[in-house]
Every structure is written in structure tokens, then in C-alpha cells.
């Protein structure tokens, strides 16, 4: 890993202001770190529109014009839409598309200078947990693992400093997961605050675009120049995008954290379970005041989850579902099954989505912000895929989501944040859940976690597992 990559996104664009570096020894430096991806983040590299790109930044901070993001190297999750460059899904059934128009989020990113150096690996479609066509991508702190999905390619390649920023999406942990077992943060904002346009649809009613980075300051960021209505999507809030930099503030004294009295922490691993009560102690000394908080129907979260997303899938992929063979073998085996979810089961689950919704309104009266795992277990083997949580083992669908999909369930922010590592050297995380639209605060405390931490500097080169 050249150093030049070590610098956060933030730290690059002060560094071209000030002339200590230029934006295209930094782009050059992340496409060779794109060429060897010992963890196979990759699917396309983009060395020419990059070096282009490149180039123009260097000049515009020449001439004292530089964009927000100007010169600063990013991937894009490979079912998001790039004009000119393969987008196929992380499947082979749309291998050799080349969209030719951006995604909102994409064109929002190259107007405020980011150069996309790289699509990165996924699971196909955003769901599965392997990938037959693109292989799989290995964890950097063990590559038995696997870093999560879906934007596993992006957690490995922020992790291993192959770029400061990568686009994913989430729809029921997807940029969370990933984030919380590769030691990066990951933001997945409100449902609507970024576009969805040019993405190719999961569950298009939890779907989410949003970013993973090392730094809570680099989340910002990128929010500042991808958040906004889009006339085009009719999925996309109006309302207006707030200053998510917001001068650096990182205070948190006089806000409510809700604290979980139950669910989260009723199949967790004890580690992450104390490294969740640790940040909220941490929080408490600085000033906010923990609440304790309960969800009396939280044992409905993954059976609505599962019940409507494979609804949608079924919906979504109808177009193509004739085509069943030449879809990746692990995202075959969720589309037969969103076969068997007739419309009844679909409304059913619809309804009760909105009692889990009322338990996390009710939750809000009583706090501004939720604290709870980012996951609970550590990240599991490739090989078969059982989750440890102390003593126990469990399949990894059975627990992968059970802290992230009420996220997506209600709509809510949710900001994953790495907490260290646990005593087998692998990262561990936590996550904080915000009232809709609420990112802000979110990322304040984000702000003053890192401040007080260095969990977000630990490095995979650094620390092997036992």
C-alpha cells in the first residue's frame, strides 16, 4: 500500500490545495493498486478515463477552480451505472453492457472532480454470498472470510487503501456489513436522501445508495456532493440537503443515544456486545445522556424483511427470470424462492413493516440517536459460512442481518463505524440509527467517536488474525 493512499479523501483535497501532492501521482498510485487487488475488489479498472480525469483536476486546482472532490480517487459498486465503462451487475446476464449515461449518484461525482478508478465486486445483483462469474472477494484481515455483502468489493478496497471512498448500495446491511467486518465506515442515508436512478433495483423500496470510507469526515463529503432530489426519480426526497461538514463538529453533549434493551443484543457476540456499551460509556462522559430503548415487535424484523425483499426481487427480475440459467448459482437460489411469495404473503408482510416502523417512532420520541452492534459476529469462514457468537454457531443468513435490516424496514440512517478488534484479530463494529433525514447528527457523533478513537486507522496490513 503506498502511503500516498493512506490519506483519507479530506486529507488528499487539503494536500492538492496546498501543492503537497497532485492529483495525478495519487491517481496513478490508485490504479496500480487496482492492477494487483490481491482480494479481487476489482471487476473494471478505468486507467484511461481516470488518468484523463486525473489531469483535468490537477489543472483546475492550477487555476484556483478545484471541485470538492476534486482529484480524489473512488470505486463504484458495479451495479450502479457508469456511461462508457462495463456495468453488468456482478453477474455474466449483463455482461458487456455499457450504460451510456450515469447513474445520478455517478454524474453528482464526476461534477464535483471524484475520479471512479475502478468498479468494484459485489454479490451478483446485490444478494448472495458468493459470486460464480467475478469470484469471490477475501477479507484483508483473513481471506478465509468473506467481507460481506453486497458491496464486498468496496469494503475490501477502502480497507486496503486501494481508494479513500467507494460507492455501494444496502438494502438489508449491504454497505453496514461489509463495513463492520472489514474495519471501514459505511453510511447507509435515509430512504430517498440519494438518488437511486441508474442503479440496478434489489428490493426498490429498501434499496440505498450510499458510501464506505475510513473516516466519518470522508462520509460527509461524499453526502455533500450525492445527496439531493433528483425530477427524475420519484423515489427521491425534496427536501433540502443540509451541511453534513458542518464546520467539524463533533460535540455530542445534551443528546438522548438510545441504549437496546432488547434484540440486539439477544444473539451477540459478547465482544462486539461490549464494544457497543464501551461507545456508548464514551458518549455518556462526553455529555449525552443513554436511554434505554425497547422494540416490542423487533422479533418481526427479518421475517417482513425477507418476506418483501424477495417480493420485489420476484417483481424486478421478472423481465429476465426466463433466463434463470445464466444468473450467478447463489442469486438463483433467492430468485426460486421469491417464486414462492404470492401476493397475499407480500401484503401481509407490507402491513406488518409498519408496526416495526411505529416501534422505531415511538424509540425517537424518547432519543435523538440509537446505538447498537454494526453486526453481531465477526466476520464468517468462505468455507462454511457459520456465524460464532460466543459459544453458538449460526448460519450466516440466520444472523448477518438481524442488526442492519430494520434500517432498511423503516428507512432510517444508519452509520456503521469500526470499533477495534476482537481477541481473534478480526474487526468488530458499531452502528448508530437516526431519525429520517437526520444524517447530520449521526455523523457528528461519528465525528467525536473517531476523535476519541483510533479504531478507524487500524490497518489489515498491520494486523494478521490468529
Not at 27 to 42: G, I, K, R, T, Y
Not at 346 to 370: G, H, K, N, P
Request: aromatic share 8%; net charge negative; glycine share 10%.
Amino acid at each position: 500500500m503506498t502511503s500516498l493512499l493512506g490519506r483519507s479523501a479530506t486529507e488528499l483535497v487539503d494536500d492538492y490545495r496546498s501543492g503537497a501532492l497532485s492529483p495525478i501521482e495519487v491517481v496513478d498510485a490508485a490504479l496500480a493498486e487496482v492492477e494487483s487487488d490481491p482480494h479481487n475488489s476489482v471487476i473494471t479498472s478505468c486507467p484511461e478515463s481516470a488518468r484523463a480525469a486525473a489531469v483535468r483536476s490537477a489543472e483546475r486546482y492550477r487555476r484556483g477552480s478545484a471541485l470538492p472532490m476534486d482529484g480524489v480517487p473512488i470505486g463504484i459498486k458495479d451495479t450502479i451505472a457508469t456511461r462508457g465503462i462495463e456495468t453488468s451487475g456482478a453477474d455474466a446476464i449483463y455482461a458487456g453492457w455499457v450504460p451510456d449515461e450515469d447513474a445520478t449518484v455517478v454524474a453528482r461525482l464526476l461534477a464535483a472532480g471524484a475520479v471512479p478508478v475502478a468498479k468494484h465486486n459485489a454479490y451478483a445483483f446485490a444478494l448472495g454470498h458468493t459470486n460464480t462469474h467475478h469470484g469471490v472477494v477475501t477479507n484483508p484481515w483473513d481471506p478465509a472470510r468473506t467481507t460481506g455483502g453486497s458491496s464486498s468489493g468496496a469494503g475490501a478496497a477502502v480497507a486496503t487503501r486501494q481508494v479513500p471512498i467507494s460507492i455501494g448500495s444496502d438494502t438489508g446491511g449491504s454497505i453496514r456489513l461489509p463495513a463492520s467486518w472489514c474495519g471501514v465506515s459505511g453510511l447507509k442515508p435515509t430512504y430517498g436522501r440519494v438518488p437511486n436512478r441508474g442503479a440496478m433495483p434489489l428490493a426498490w423500496s429498501f434499496d440505498t445508495i450510499g458510501p464506505l470510507a475510513r473516516t466519518v469526515d470522508d462520509l460527509a463529503l461524499t453526502m455533500q456532493c450525492i445527496a439531493g432530489h433528483d425530477p427524475g426519480d420519484g423515489s427521491s426526497s425534496r427536501r433540502a440537503v443540509p451541511d453534513y461538514l458542518d464546520g467539524g463538529r463533533t460535540d455530542v453533549a445534551g443528546l438522548r443515544i438510545g441504549l437496546p434493551e432488547n434484540w440486539f443484543f439477544d444473539i451477540c457476540d459478547p465482544q462486539i456486545e461490549a464494544a457497543v456499551r464501551a461507545a456508548a460509556l464514551e458518549l455518556e462522559e462526553a455529555g449525552a445522556t443513554i436511554v434505554p430503548v425497547s422494540f416490542p415487535h423487533a422479533d418481526l424484523t427479518m421475517v417482513v424483511g425477507w418476506i418483501c425483499m424477495l417480493g420485489e426481487i420476484a417483481s424486478a427480475h421478472e423481465p429476465t427470470a426466463h433466463r434463470f440459467d445464466e444468473y450467478d448459482e447463489a442469486f438463483q437460489e433467492y430468485l426460486l424462492t421469491s417464486s414462492f411469495v404470492e401476493l397475499k404473503d407480500y401484503l401481509r408482510a407490507s402491513r406488518l413493516r409498519t408496526v416495526v416502523q411505529d416501534d422505531y417512532r415511538a424509540a425517537f420520541e424518547l432519543v435523538d440517536m440509537i446505538i447498537a452492534p454494526g453486526n453481531v459476529t465477526y466476520a464468517p469462514r468462505l468455507d462454511d459460512f457459520l456465524c460464532q457468537v460466543g459459544d453458538e454457531q449460526y448460519g450466516w443468513i440466520e444472523v448477518s442481518a438481524r442488526s442492519t435490516y430494520m434500517a432498511n424496514i423503516t428507512g432510517l440512517p444508519s452509520l456503521a463505524l469500526p470499533a477495534g478488534l476482537g481477541w481473534n484479530g478480526l474487526p468488530l463494529g458499531i452502528q448508530f440509527l437516526g431519525r429520517p433525514f437526520d444524517e447530520r447528527t449521526m455523523l457528528r457523533v461519528g465525528r467525536y467517536y473517531q476523535s476519541v478513537t483510533q479504531h478507524h486507522e487500524l490497518d489489515p496490513a498491520d494486523r494478521r488474525p490468529r
